[in-house]
């Protein structure tokens, strides 16, 4: 099945009262939020009206917010292979 990956770009502050229930509607909350909806004419529609401020994408599944957040988890830069005891 496939969903639309939806993220808050811009802020909706200043907008109409409409186009903020949209936005609610949706689930977006907070800048950089992202959010799943299965693909339908309804969810398209609303999509629409505020175009402006998302950023949609299509995908396969619907990601978690764990697995959101592992993707998002920065390289550590080093990685430690295996203990010592020499500065005990």
């Known amino acids: ?7 808050l770009i811009r802020s909706a502050i200043g907008l ?43 995908v396969d599944e619907a990601l978690t917010k764990a697995e959101m957040k592992a993707i998002r988890k920065p390289d550590p830069g080093y990685y430690v292979e295996s203990k010592t005891d020499i500065f005990r």
């Open 16 to 58: 109409p009262k409409r186009k903020l229930g949209v936005v609610a509607a949706l689930g977006l909350r907070k800048r950089m939020a992202t959010v799943f909806h299965p693909v339908s004419m309804d969810v398209a529609g609303q999509i629409m009206q505020v175009k402006e401020l998302l950023a949609v994408s299509e």
């Open 1 to 7: 099945m496939a969903y639309f990956k939806i993220t």
